[in-house]
């Protein structure tokens, strides 16, 4: 049940809980209840919109920041995440398994210079980090699984 609760909640968080619990065959209270227990349980930590930036604001710029970091005696990268998780312009900081770059970190900023400002001047300078590689996304097709553009390609995957 809890699968099938956080699927439908991924592609729709917004979703009633009458029709939660039509779609899972129990009450809407039960629906409630069971949410409300994924939440309790830490299990759900937010809910969020996705935007379309291109007709909600244009000017802000999303960045992806691979970095190169030393990892802390005692905590390994914990330290360096928490602190850089801590900004304002920080999105998401993830770990990674490849052997390229150990953090990847999202961040969001009112244009160019605002990133470029915040990669030289506040991530690079943080004790541990030893490289820092910025990719500047131009565009977004897809985001948690929706189309951004509204509009689902055909079952060839052709425009």
Not at 132 to 144: A, P
């Given at each position: 049940m809890?699968?099938k609760?956080?699927?439908?909640l ?7 809980n ?6 899972l065959?129990?009450?809407?209270d ?6 409300k227990k ?11 919109v ?8 244009k000017s802000t710029?999303?960045?992806?920041i691979e970095l190169k970091?030393t990892p ?10 928490k602190t850089i ?14 052997g390229?770059y150990?953090?990847a970190?999202e961040?969001?900023g009112n244009?160019?210079?605002d990133v470029a400002?915040?990669v030289s001047?506040r991530?690079?300078?943080i004790?541990?980090i030893?490289?820092?590689?910025t990719?500047?996304i ?12 509204g509009e689902?390609p ?6």
């Amino acid at each position: 049940m809890k699968n099938k609760i956080i699927s439908i909640l991924q592609q729709n968080a917004r979703i009633s809980n009458v029709a939660l619990g039509e779609m899972l065959g129990i009450s809407a209270d039960e629906a409630a209840a069971e949410i409300k227990k994924l939440e309790d349980d830490g299990i759900i930590r937010g809910y969020s919109v996705i935007l379309d930036e291109d007709k909600y604001d244009k000017s802000t710029v999303y960045a992806t920041i691979e970095l190169k970091v030393t990892p802390q005696r005692d905590c390994g990268f914990d330290d360096i995440a928490k602190t850089i998780m801590m900004y304002d312009e920080v999105e998401s900081v993830s770990l990674m398994s490849s052997g390229a770059y150990d953090l990847a970190v999202e961040v969001k900023g009112n244009n160019l210079k605002d990133v470029a400002f915040f990669v030289s001047e506040r991530l690079a300078t943080i004790d541990g980090i030893l490289s820092t590689s910025t990719h500047f996304i131009l565009k977004k097709y897809k985001e948690k699984g929706i189309f951004i553009d509204g509009e689902e390609p055909d079952e060839r995957g052709l425009c």
